[in-house]
């Protein structure tokens, strides 16, 4: 069942930036390799869902704590399901050279008005974007340093189960987004089985919330960009399939690893 949560979609960056007064002939020399990726924590309702992105710009910050003016990246557009890639795949939409020396601390994407979901039910629904995302929707406190000779890779992750809601018989589209660099945090990966409680992963720390869909007979899942510390992690069976639902805190998640849940996997009890 393809309705897992995670898309990434890479966006790669080479664009002249005002704020460093480079020389277009120069950029390449000093420059930092830029990508940002979309990623996806998964609803358990949804089977598909469509963002209709039209241009990525990016903000940034001189390593004097001067911010620039928005810079729009080599993006020509598209519509992409949230919710077909997942657990790691990604997806490029441009390439591209930003100068270094200074951070990226906020991303502003314009969509279109081609967002729309589809439900396990499979009834497509048109999404009306919220008044809060009428112009842009911006994302603060991305905090990627751009280090010459280096790329840079921003992970953009909008958690579909909690951006859509419903007022009146008509649903709209308000993304809560958070953005940071690849690198942060650590990664939780574990399996769950059997595959016929159509299980969904959920886990919780602090107000956090991050879903997604284990994948494939072995039921892997997994979830990256996590705060140090443990999470509460909960493996949710389908209420029809006759299984238990199991509760459990994971090991300890460390910066730049990936931690394992065992057993590998863990199978979800008869009721």
């Known amino acids: 069942m393809n309705r897992n949560g995670i898309l990434s979609v890479v966006l790669t960056g080479m664009v002249l930036f005002i704020l460093f007064s480079c020389g277009k002939e120069d950029i390449s020399e000093n420059a930092a390799r830029l990508r940002?990726?979309?990623t996806d924590a998964a609803s358990p309702v949804l089977k598909e869902m469509y963002?209709?992105?039209?241009t990525i710009e990016v903000l940034a910050t001189d390593s004097a704590g001067n911010e620039g003016d928005w810079v729009a990246l080599a993006f020509t557009g598209g519509e992409y399901n949230l919710l077909k890639l997942m657990n790691g795949r990604t997806v490029q939409l441009t390439d591209e050279y930003f100068p270094s020396g200074g951070k990226i601390d906020k991303i502003r994407m314009t969509l279109g008005n081609n967002n729309r979901m589809v439900t396990v039910t499979n009834d497509p629904i048109p999404l009306q974007?919220?008044?809060?995302?009428?112009?842009?929707?911006?994302?603060?406190?991305?905090?990627?340093?751009l280090t010459a000779h280096f790329?840079?890779?921003?992970v953009i992750d909008i958690n579909a189960a909690l951006s859509v809601y419903e007022l009146n018989g008509?649903?709209?589209l308000d993304p809560r987004a958070r953005a940071y660099p690849e690198t942060w945090g650590g990664s939780l990966r574990g399996y769950v089985t059997p595959p016929e409680a159509s299980p969904v992963v959920l886990i919780t720390r602090e107000g956090d919330s991050l879903f997604t869909f284990p994948e494939g007979e072995e039921g892997m899942y997994l979830f990256t960009g996590?705060?140090?510390g443990k999470w509460k992690v909960h493996l949710i069976a389908n209420p029809e399939s006759g299984y238990r639902d199991t509760i459990f805190y994971s090991d300890s998640i460390l910066q730049g690893k990936i931690t394992e849940i065992t057993p590998k996997p863990i199978r979800l009890l008869e009721q």
Do not use: F, G, M, R
């Not at 963002?51 to 039209?54: F, N, Q, R, V």
């Open 151 to 154: 790329i840079i890779n921003i």
């Open 226 to 228: 996590l705060h140090e």
């Open 129 to 145: 974007k919220s008044p809060s995302i009428t112009e842009h929707l911006i994302i603060h406190d991305v905090d990627a340093a």
């Open 51 to 54: 963002l209709d992105i039209e």
């Open 36 to 38: 940002i990726k979309l």
């Open 170 to 172: 008509n649903w709209y």
